[in-house]
C-alpha cells in the first residue's frame, strides 16, 4: 500500500523506463533527483515550499488536580435496536428521536471539590456513539435533574433509556456526571444549589472526558454544548458561567472544548425568586404557617417556627424515600434573610454570557417558578449579552413535568442546528 499517495513524485522513472536510459544520462537524472531531495528536506526545514509548515498538534498532557481522571470503567454497549425500543416504550414520554448509532458507556470516575472546596472523587457516565474510527463527534455536557435515589445517577443507569444513552446516539459524545453525593462520592452531601462545587463537577468531568479521549484516540470536532433541565439547567449555567469566568485560555476551558451554546430548562438560576414560589406553596397548603410567615420576615420568627418552616420546605423539595444527602445551606442562608450570602454562593443569573444561551421554562411551573428565567434573562441583557432568549414551553399546563419531553425537543432542535459531524 501507497502510505503517501498525494506526495509520490511525477517525475520519478519506473524501473523498465530506467534500463533504456544512457549511463551518462542515468546518471545526471540520479544526481538530479538526489538534489531536488536535498531542496525540498530544506524547503520543509525552513517552513518554505510555498506555504506554512503545518505543525502537529501538541501531544495531551493529562491534568493533575481537578479534573484528573481515576478510573475509567467500560460499562457496556447499547445498539439501536434497544435505544429505539426504550422510545417506544416511552412513548410520549420520549423525545422525538431516531437513534443512529450503538452506544459504548463508561463510567468515569475524576477528581473534582465538595460544598467546601475539598477534594473530591466523583463519577459520571460518558456515551461514545459507536462510529467508524477517526470519525469525529461534538461534545456534548448533559446535566441531569434533580434525584432523589443515587440508582438513577447517570453512571448507575447506563441503559437505553439513559438520556445521555439517548443523545449519543444521534452523534454526540456526551458526558453527564453523577454530581458530588452520587456514584462514586455517595455518602458525600449533594451541593444542591451551590454554585461554585455544581460548575466544577462540570467542567472537571468535561476535562476527565477529554483524557479519556486522548487515551482512547476517540476524536471530538472542537464543539462543545451544555445542556439540562432544572437542576440540570441551574448546573448548566453555573458551568457556563465557570468557563467563561477561568478564561478561554485557562487549562480547564482549553481541556473541556470550545463552547458553542449553553440550552437550559427551568432552572432556579436565582434562588432567591425560587424559594419565595416554594414558600407561598408552604403558605397555600399550611394555613397556620401562612398566618405568621411571609417572605423578609423569616429572620425574626422564633426558633420553633422557624424549624416548622424549614421542614416544610424540606418536605417540598426532597421525598421521604430519597437516599442522598443533601446539603441545606440555600435553605438556611434563605430562612436568615441573608439575600447576600444566596447571591453570593447560589445565584448564577447576574452576568454576561459571551456565547448563545436559550432558556426555556414554562409559565404554569410551580416547582421552578417562571420568573426565575425571566429574571435571568433581564439581568443578562443589562449586563450586555445580546445572544441570550427565553423560549415558553407551549403545552397546557406548562408545568415543570409537563415540560421536560418539550424541552428537548427544543433544545435538540437548537444544538442539532449548530452541531457538526453528527
Known sequence: MDLFPRFAPAWVTPVRARRAIPRAAWVRHAWLVALLAVVLALLQACGGGGGASQPEEPAYV???????????EFLGRIGTAEITEALRTAGRQAPAVTPRYAVQTWRLRYLSSDANGQPLVVSGLLS?????????????????????RDAEAP????????AAVVMA???????APD??????SKGAAHPYLLAAPTAAVVIDGLVAARTWRARQKVRDNGQLFLAGYSEGGYATVAAHRGLQQAGAGSPAAAQAGALVMAVAGAGPYHVGVTMDALLERVRDENALLGLVISPGVLKNLGESVRRLVREALLREALPDDADVAFDTTFLDRYLDDDAAAIERLCNVHDWAP???????????????????STVTLSAMR???????????????PAGHLECVV?????????????????
Open 62 to 72: 493529562e491534568p493533575v488536580g481537578p479534573g484528573e481522571l481515576r478510573t475509567q
Open 128 to 148: 461514545v456513539p459507536d462510529k467508524p474510527a477517526g470519525a469525529r463527534s461534538p461534545v456534548l455536557g448533559y446535566q441531569h435533574g434533580t434525584l432523589f
Open 155 to 162: 453512571s448507575n443507569h447506563a441503559t437505553a433509556d439513559e
Open 169 to 175: 446516539s444521534l452523534g454526540y459524545i456526551v458526558m
Open 179 to 184: 454530581y458530588a453525593g452520587y456514584g462514586a
Open 354 to 372: 459571551a456565547v448563545p444561551v436559550a432558556l426555556y421554562h414554562g409559565r404554569d411551573d410551580r416547582t421552578v417558578p417562571y420568573p426565575a
Open 382 to 396: 443589562a449586563r450586555g449579552a445580546t445572544a441570550v432568549g427565553l423560549t415558553d414551553c407551549t403545552v397546557s
Open 406 to 422: 418539550p424541552y428537548w425537543d427544543f433544545m435538540l432542535a437548537r444544538i442539532g442546528a449548530q452541531a457538526r459531524d453528527l
